[in-house]
């Protein structure tokens, strides 16, 4: 099983700031596949981010997805934070069962 | 648009049984891997299983093995989820979710709202 770590587990910033969340796999993800997500309380998640780099369906350019070479670390940033921004992340690895998630990142307003 | 509407929560007794459903609309539901997906109160997310689009394939996570049943009706476009031998960890909020994939879930690109499992006595 691909174990996914987040760091870190709360990031207090402001609004304006940017955010850099981190996202460790276990093993390599093999061909990138990996997404992220946000969660608002009491909301589904929202695919942002899939196969690393590639944003979904109307998802503003302010959120960026990479990978490093080794297919194990992944970052999410997200510039010029907006109040909606606030809400906790989740990456999840999708190259090999079971499909797991990391344990998130809240990005609170600081 | 994509729309997944999850039903069919509520409280059950430990032991219990439960059948979840979600119904689909706005994509090719037969053209769609599907999945469950729970959050427990205050906790993060978990993958419980899956469904290829033909219904030949299923994934479940160890933590369901035997007592978790998925199932989908394509001519209704209805995703099913037979909950057996329930304990107190499986409360939780249950996300129905697609995938572009066909025969292996991926991403989860489009969730319901989720519908909520409380096993207590």
């Known amino acids: 099983e691909i174990v996914l770590t987040q760091s870190p587990s709360t990031l207090s910033l402001s609004p304006g700031e940017s955010a850099t969340l981190s996202c460790r796999a276990s093993?390599?993800?093999?061909?990138?596949?990996l997404a992220w997500y946000k969660q608002k309380p009491g909301q589904a998640p929202r695919l942002l981010i899939y196969?690393?780099?590639?944003?979904a369906t109307g998802i503003p350019d302010r959120f960026s997805g990479s990978g490093t070479g080794s297919g194990t670390d992944f970052i999410l940033t997200i510039s010029r934070l907006e109040p909606e921004d606030f809400a906790v992340f989740y990456c999840?690895?999708?190259?090999?069962?079971?499909?797991?998630f990391g344990q998130g990142t809240r990005v609170e307003i600081k | 648009e994509v729309q997944l509407v999850e039903s069919g929560g509520g409280l059950v007794q430990p032991g219990g049984s439960l059948r979840l459903s979600c119904a689909a609309s706005?994509?090719?539901?037969?053209?769609?891997?599907m999945s469950w997906v729970r959050q427990a109160p205050g906790k993060g997310l978990e993958w419980v299983s899956s469904?290829?689009?033909?219904?030949?394939?299923?994934f479940y996570a160890n933590s369901v093995k035997g007592r978790f049943s998925i199932s989908r009706d394509n001519s209704n476009n209805t995703l099913f989820l037979h909950m057996n031998s329930l304990r107190a960890e499986d409360t939780a909020v249950y996300f129905c979710?697609?995938?572009?994939?066909?025969?292996?879930?991926?991403?989860?690109?489009?969730w319901g709202q989720g519908t909520l499992v409380t096993v207590s006595s």
């Open positions: 469904i290829s689009g033909g219904g030949g394939g299923t």
């Open positions: 196969d690393a780099s590639n944003r």
């Open positions: 706005g994509f090719t539901f037969s053209s769609s891997a």
């Open positions: 093993e390599t993800v093999s061909r990138s596949q």
């Open positions: 979710a697609n995938s572009i994939t066909v025969f292996v879930p991926s991403r989860f690109d489009s």
């Open positions: 999840q690895q999708y190259d090999s069962s079971p499909w797991t």
